[in-house]
């Protein structure tokens, strides 16, 4: 049972929803603050137990070791992250281009699109 709570604490930390807060969340540590206590507040009111306990532990983990510093900085190395995937996918692009497979073309310009979108998004949420 206290492995199960670990994990379930563990995953709600790490992620998406706490390790990068939505663009309207702002970006900070008091709207993971926010954002968390909503969820709480919301799982105590469904009587989810194992779900309040997490949130609870993930609240904890915010207040001790959260920083806006931090949250900027893993922004940052995120951006940086998709930045290498769209160079990537411009060098995949590029190679088909060359080997003249017109289908291969198609679906590189597709990946390469999406990786573009993910790009914007995480810039846009560091505006936020």
Known sequence: MKTQSFLLAAVLVSSPAWAAPEPAAGGTCQAKREEISRNLDEARAKGQKQRVRGLEHALSEVDAHCSDAKLQAEQQRRIQR????????ER???EAERDGNAKKVARRKSKLLEEQA???QLKEARLN
Do not use: G, P, S, Y
């Open 118 to 120: 993910k790009l914007q």
């Open 82 to 89: 998709q930045e290498e995937a769209v160079a990537a996918r």
């Open 92 to 94: 995949d692009l590029k």
